[in-house]
């Protein structure tokens, strides 16, 4: 019994998830219910049809049709289990079977409205696709013989594969591919074909057949086998690792419910259904990491393929990297060396350390690392290792070992890591100087520019504190002139100006460097023609110096009361350059996005790791600082890169790229900055700064945005609300603070142009009252706002007219709207008493119970033509109210009334204004 009440807890818990939206969660509580109840509980047909309405929701339409044939075996004619799997098999487009059942529910239930515009649609769809079938499968016939006929001429063949390529995509086309078994013809093409298009038109085909589709792809693994995918993965040209690695990816996408997208997650219960294969798949990827014989590229690709599926809890695959001895086999990968070849070696590129590192980082296990890995992988481990007793002492001998270049090369590196912390930064500068010195002498210009690096990292170990400087004045321009040097000259490998780089990023934390670097115009093309290419590698050189030159960097704030603390406590205080001043630094990020960096943040944002992801965002949210130049962000593809960074990444780099997607938002046009999806996509990064761990500055920048959004379509307005925006931005209108009070009330202005937040305002809650009161703000622009939003309620709601009495002292805020000194909150406050009086004679007969007939009486013959809007809106206030014969209409002009005082104020005041201008 007592199951059986955990297993109906269970499904309640899953109806209160599904009711606030929470798919996943309401999925997880219905498996747990299914589970639980196991085959004999009377519910366990309701816990198949909920967990599939979840999957509907998710648009996992295959796993929706499973749980309702589940549904269907326990009770076979029950008509919301047969609708629920007709819209399941809609989704997936097997429409003659949604058809079908359909029609079993329609004859169970057929009073159901929504089941007979079901069948309706679906009646139509099968009789278009009957059409369409015959012409997709006559054109698939066509293009299939063209395709494989070597007869043929090439480039006949090539577009026959393109087309299948591009047919395949449609799920109708992808199905009777299938059926013909086109995926085995491929696997026997490519073992013979040449041309490279037609390959990987067919590499890319197998993909769309495979793509969201469990059935089709375990028909392709269990034809072609996992190894045969491993094969074309193994390849020297890129394009071809690309198109294996996606077609890969879509396999596991497949299993877990993922998709291509980056904030995209894979669903529990399908992870667990389909354990057996993705254990199988990044089983074999991960075995095949270290295999000598393939080559680097489709190294890097496995590796890549393992980062970015690792890391996901529903897949539990983070332990069994560990089970399977994954970290060494990653650390095996750290340990090679492009110049150091032996027979065992294995094929790696420029950026295959910088990738294994990235993903030993992402599976947050503290590993011992090689000494050569120390720069790349997981610093705070390394640091552990070179503190141990002796293990400096034995880099520092390595690194004097001038018979073996390659020994010197590697302690290089591994000084530049080390120096990492200020500690360490003392010890090599009292014990290895020397040294560096000493090799930066070298002929060998890998060693030099390594040991250059260093001399550079010891040099800047005072970071931001113009007081600290450990060499002699002047050296560290020196060593910034010698980085320079190896960063522009021509004919030097990109390796060698790849260390100049880095070196360049310790160096511009000096103030005296970032000024002559930003008038060097070579140095800053050199950086930017550095990020060309695929290489990883250069990210945090190029980057890093970047921030620095924006000052992007994270800066301590120092609380006055503290700094005097620390002078009577005789500590020492950080001293700013003047340097640093702000007008220095704008004119700087100005330079920057002037020489194009834009397309050079764009390219390396490509980057699988989130601390590099952080200092992009923090360049991009610093030139988004200068309204110049987000336009030249916008234009060069910064909008669109930002996106992913404010969703994916460390807390302060997702809201780096927030507040630098607020600041477009505000001054470009939302059509421009964020055409078509991403109007909506933005929407949530945004909202995400509406957070009290945001400055004032963060939540005021969001709103803007959003109110510029918000002004777009109903269409973002329903994304907002969606979101739960609409409370998140209320919150904002009982700030203290103007800015942001201001900043709310003109976002909730616009939002309150949905149907849907009208509704919100009919509710029983207290927003028409407060909006009411804020009308009132001694701050024109609030109450602007405040006063617009009530206009827009006003006339689309009779409730929310009637909710204006709810205020206490309603009748002094329409004294306030009629005799406002604010022309603009004058008139829309007496558009309210207008729509007030349209909405029906028991309200009309309210207000003009009240002295509001003779206010509106004087504002109707005041003459003043600031005031001419409101002027005529009064006018037509009085026509209304004669209309319901509330106040007599008479053929004589009528007898102005008493004017009031305060309009007699304004008469007055503005008399007095003409007196002086004649004087």
Known sequence: MELIDEALSCKEKGNEAFKAGDWETAISEYTQAIKIGGENHKDLSVFYKNRAACF??????????????????ITPSDPKALFR?????????????????????????????????????????????????????????????????FTQPTDKRITAMNNIHVLAREPVAADILFKDGIYGRIQRLLKVEKNTEIILSGIRTIGEICNKSVERTQGVLKEVGIPWFLEILDSPLEERVNAAQHCMQTILNTFSGMENKLDSKPIKALCDEHQKEIDTLLSCLLYSVTNPTITGLARDAIVQLITRNIHHTALSWAERLVELKGLWRLMDICSELEEYKYESAMNITPSSRTIAAVCLARSKVRVTVAITSLLLGPLDVGNTIVSREGILQMILAMASMEEDPLQQKVACECLVAAASKKDKAKSIINQGIDILKKLYASKNEAIKVRALVGLCKLGSSGGLDASIRPFADGSTKKLAEACRRFLIKPGKDKDIRKWAAEG?????????????????????????????????????GVVTTFVNLCNAYETQEILPEMLELAKFAKHHIPEEHELDDPDFVSKRVIILANEGITTALVALSKTDSDNSKELIARVFNAMCGQQEVRGKVVQHGGAKVLLPLALQGTAKGKRQAAQALSRIGITINPEVAFPGQRSLEVVRPLLNQLHPDCTALENFEAMMALCNLASQSETVRQRIIREMGLSRIEMYLMEDHLMLRRAAAQCICNLVMSPDVVKMHEGNNDKIKFLALLSEDEDEETAVAASGALAILTSSSTKCCEKIFDTQSWLDVLHTWVANPSPKVQHRGVVCIHNMINSGKEIAQKLFDTDIMELLMGLSQLPDDTRAKAREVAQECLKAAEKYKLIEKSDEPPRPPPIPDVFKEEEERQRQERLLEES
């Not at 509907?56 to 075996?73: G, M, Q, V």
């Open 504 to 540: 360049l990023s310790y160096l511009t934390l000096d103030a005296e460097v970032k000024e002559k670097l930003i008038e060097d115009r070579p140095a800053i093309q050199a950086l930017i023609e550095l990020t060309k290419g695929e290489d990883q590698s250069v990210l945090y």
């Open 56 to 73: 509907l929701k998710t648009s996992h339409f295959e796993s929706a049709d499973k749980d309702c044939k589940e549904a269907l075996k």
């Open 85 to 149: 799997r007709a819209q399941a098999l809609e989704g997936l487009e097997k429409f003659e079977e949604a058809y079908k059942c359909a029609r079993d529910a329609w004859n169970a239930d057929p009073n159901n409205k929504a089941l007979q515009q079901l069948l309706e649609r679906l009646h139509g769809i099968v009789q278009d696709r009957v059409t369409q079938h015959n012409l997709t499968s006559n054109k698939v016939t066509q293009m299939v013989q063209l395709a494989f006929d």
